[in-house]
């Protein structure tokens, strides 16, 4: 069963700090790119951030530049975004999502997703 667990979301401050992670299973890792999306009520998800499968490749949505970080351990088949700085703007529910590759504009062709995790930031 393909599965991808997100989690590490919550409530925080403006300027402050969070970390999720994305644990895949079900799936060969190496063959796919996980990439972060994040949803707001009434609209459509967009693409955050992911890397490519040989990691030559990472994509950052303009908004989160200079501020997110999207790593991989390999090992655990984990992939983790470093939300720093957050905004009141970057309340969302963030989904991973396992798509074919990722390019320089962004995830190309998702596959699997997973369920989301909340992020609030309160100013």
């Known amino acids: 069963e393909v599965q991808l667990q997100a989690s590490g979301g919550g409530l925080v401050q403006a300027g402050g700090s969070l970390r999720l992670s994305c644990a895949a299973s079900?799936?060969?890792?190496?063959?796919?790119?996980i990439g972060w999306f994040h949803q707001v009520p009434g609209e459509g998800r967009e693409a955050v951030s992911c890397?490519?499968?040989?990691?030559?490749?990472?994509y950052y949505a303009d908004s989160v530049k200079g501020r997110f970080t999207i790593s991989s351990d390999n090992a655990k088949n984990t992939v983790y975004l470093q939300m720093n700085s957050l905004k009141p703007e970057d309340t969302a529910a963030y989904y991973c999502a396992a798509s074919g590759d990722c390019s320089s504009d962004g995830p190309v062709r998702v596959t699997y997703w997973g369920q989301g995790t909340q992020v609030t930031v309160s100013s």
């Open positions: 890397v490519s499968t040989n990691g030559a490749i990472t």
């Open positions: 079900g799936f060969s890792f190496g063959d796919y790119s």
